[in-house]
């Protein structure tokens, strides 16, 4: 028990040291003070409130007071504080320094004292004509190699400038972008679905042994052609949906044949269902009389102005955004050099 009383007495002991850079300047010159203070990390310390301009003891001035540093010791149980001075001394004389006072906790501790030594220059009396008085500032002379990147950083900003400036006027007083707009016939979406199925009929050779892709270009023509004469989404719709959606347009005569061919299609892409060659046929027919039944006639003369982009086009556009690009690059380039050459001048006079 009496172990760890000592023990803990002595973790709570507080020491405040103090040492000198030099016991030994020159007048003016400057040496520093450090003052170590040690106590428990719980412990409160208050160092002494010491200023710029303070004098230790008469002619001994303190000129710089640096930040203080707190270090933790013993797995953070222990705290030991640095705050060092920076003094001068303006006369020679042997000077003692007085202990520094630290307060820890309310309670006063006190470091050691310091002793410091200070010279004067030794001056020859007798020959005064070799000591010369303070000289005015001189400017300092021209030297290139300062100047040489400012003046091949203006010159680079000058020919950006041109060059930027030159390809923007021909941005904007060069030939616009030309567009042929050719005439071109817009068929009507019966007319497209039955050369469709024209194609398919050409091809119904192999109908019989690909029955699937058979019914499939036949059922996608159907999907497009009801997509484009009843605008709606047919080809992202079952075929249920599509004959319900129908009934609101056609009456059950059109639809029951119809009804039939979506029922063949799907048994055969879905249930691997097998159809006669004249039942494929039937299939086609029952297909060209519903587009036949629902075709709205439209004047065939009804063209669509439709914009063609030929290769002259296309490269007069390549050749716009190219000058575009190099505008801004110029722009961006003479800008930036321009900040660099005034913060290089500000310096260089400076």
């Known amino acids: ?119 004067t220059m030794d001056v020859d009396t007798l020959n005064l004509d070799n000591y010369f008085g303070p000289k005015s500032e001189m400017d300092a002379p021209f030297d290139w190699e300062d100047w040489r990147w400012v003046a091949w950083g203006s010159l680079l900003m000058v020919l950006l400038a041109l060059v930027g400036v030159t390809v923007l006027v021909s941005l904007r007083t060069g030939t616009p972008i030309i567009r042929i707009i050719r005439r071109k016939p817009k068929l009507p979406p019966h007319q497209v679905a039955l050369q469709e199925i024209e194609k398919i009929k050409n091809e119904r050779t192999w109908a019989q042994e690909d029955s699937k892709e058979y019914y499939t270009q036949l059922t996608d023509t159907l999907r497009t052609y009801i997509r484009d004469r009843y605008k709606f989404n047919a080809l992202e719709m079952t075929s249920g949906e599509i004959i319900e959606r129908l009934t609101e347009e056609n009456d059950e005569e ?23 060659i004249n039942e494929n046929d039937a299939n086609l027919m029952t297909a060209l009389e519903y587009i036949n039944q629902t075709k709205v006639e439209v004047d065939e003369r009804q063209e669509q ?26 722009a961006l380039g003479f800008l930036g050099l321009l900040c660099w050459i005034v913060y290089r001048v500000v310096d260089l006079l400076l």
């Open 1 to 119: 028990m009496a172990a760890v009383q000592l023990a803990l007495a002595a973790g709570a002991q507080v020491t405040v040291d103090v040492r000198i850079d030099s016991l030994q300047l020159l007048v003016g010159e400057q040496t520093g003070i450090t003052l170590d203070v040690s106590c428990n990390a719980n412990q409160k310390v208050q160092l002494p409130a010491l200023q710029l301009g303070h004098q230790l003891v008469p002619d001994v001035e303190v000129v710089k007071i640096l930040p203080a540093d707190t270090t933790y010791l013993n797995d953070r149980a222990r705290l030991q504080v640095t705050q060092k001075y920076i003094v001068t001394a303006w006369d020679s004389s042997f000077y003692y320094l007085p202990p520094m006072a630290v307060m820890v906790d309310g309670k006063k501790y006190e470091s050691k004292s310091l002793a410091l030594k200070v010279y």
């Open 254 to 276: 059109a639809l029951r044949e119809l009804r039939d061919l979506f029922n063949t299609a799907d048994l055969v892409k879905f249930a691997k269902y097998s159809t006669l």
């Open 305 to 330: 102005e439709v914009e063609i982009e030929t290769p002259e086009v296309k490269h007069h556009r390549i050749a716009k955004l190219t000058k575009r690009c190099v505008v801004a690059v110029c």
